[in-house]
């Protein structure tokens, strides 16, 4: 048998290695000043970045020594299935551990909030939304990110009694969520025999997936947002009914006036805790937006916008006359579209297209 993880493989892996540890040392000395923690956000913001840091750290080290240890024992027969076992379970550590490399964006390592919103088509698209939506919870799952809705608007009640879905945010806690998410924003098309149509015909539906990265608004000194700039409304919780519909006006939408942008928040059962998560989504768009402008994009993505129909989707989910799922930037496509909707998505993620 022969180890097919090679050494420069881990090294292409471990060179931050040094790196990291000088920032490890770095942030010990900080934490050790008693008025860092005058600053909680900032204190508390350093301890997750030195837990993290020592975590990759010490995976990288390990990966090290596995792959050392693997090569020592390379050739004996008796040992050989073993080996085999756990050279692909180093190589998978190390092909995760690359990709994070490359995940370096400002807020790559950082949760994310997701939206999905129905395009023109009524119950169809509405179905669709909700079916994506899933998905996405299902993926988050697998990954072991808390994911939490934050806000829905209904629509129509969906197949099967479900209900529709107009628009939904979902709030992702965890590492890299943004990073590896980042590429699922655009227009995502949906083919199949419509469960609303008396004469089974085939239909075309499309929703949108936006995803920017999970910002603190008391975290982000460089966004300056003024009491009069924003417009706070509260509003009961929507549901598609039944007893876990809020009575009450907790559920919160803040508009930014200068923008126009917008987000809204139902989850918690108190205005306080609804407003604070609203005010994050805003300055999250906020910032992603200062950022489009200090790379002088924001011009071009607004130009290339879409409508959220037919030649603008990124991936097409084919479910009739054949099953496939086709991500129409990178080619990667497999025949199991209900293996994908069940939120198996790392095939179409980890070959997303990495330049922005």
């Not at 090290?64 to 076992?85: F, H, I, Y």
């Not at 023109?120 to 179905?127: E, H």
């Not at 099967?160 to 098309?189: C, N």
């Not at 549901?239 to 939408?253: D, F, S």
Request: charge should be negative.
């Amino acid at each position: 048998m022969k180890i097919c993880v090679t050494a420069s493989s881990v090294w292409r892996t471990v060179f931050e290695v040094p790196q990291k540890e000088a920032r490890i040392k770095h942030i010990e000395q900080e934490l050790e000043d008693p008025g860092i923690w005058e600053d909680h956000e900032k204190a508390s913001s350093l301890s997750k970045e030195l837990a993290d840091s020592k975590e990759d750290v010490q995976g990288l080290k390990s990966m090290k020594t596995d792959l050392r240890d693997l090569q020592e024992l390379e050739g004996l027969a008796t040992l050989e299935d073993d080996l085999e076992a756990q050279a692909v379970v180093l190589e998978q550590a190390i092909a995760k551990a690359e990709r994070q490399t490359f995940l370096s964006g400002p807020h790559d390592k950082k949760g994310a909030t997701l939206t999905i919103t129905a395009g023109a088509g009524g119950k169809d698209a509405q179905d669709w939304a909700a079916m994506l939506f899933r998905m996405y919870e299902r993926y988050c799952e697998k990954k072991g990110w808390r994911a939490i809705r934050i806000h829905e608007s209904y629509g129509e009640s969906g197949a099967e009694g479900r209900a529709g879905i107009k628009q939904a945010v979902l709030d992702i806690e965890g590492s890299f969520v943004y990073g590896l998410l980042k590429k699922e924003t655009g227009v995502h098309r949906l083919v199949r025999i419509s469960p609303f149509s008396s004469q089974s015909l085939r239909h075309t539906s499309f929703a949108s997936v936006d995803v920017i990265p999970r910002l603190k608004a008391q975290e982000e000194k460089e966004i300056e947002i003024r009491p009069e700039d924003l417009r706070i409304e509260f509003t009961r919780s929507s549901g598609p009914g039944g007893q876990n519909v809020n009575k009450r006006e907790t559920a919160v939408r803040i508009t930014h006036i200068p923008t126009g942008l917008v987000a809204e928040s139902q989850h918690s059962r108190t205005q306080q805790q609804n407003r604070e998560k609203a005010l994050d989504v805003i300055v999250s768009k906020l910032t992603q937006m200062r950022e489009l402008e200090k790379q002088k994009e924001l011009a071009q993505i607004k130009g290339k916008q879409s409508a959220i129909e037919w030649g603008s989707q990124i991936r097409s989910y084919v479910l009739h006359p054949y099953k496939m799922v086709k991500d129409h930037r990178t080619g990667t496509e497999t025949s199991q579209p209900e293996h994908v909707l069940e939120g198996n998505l790392d095939e179409f993620i980890e070959t997303a297209p990495t330049h922005d």
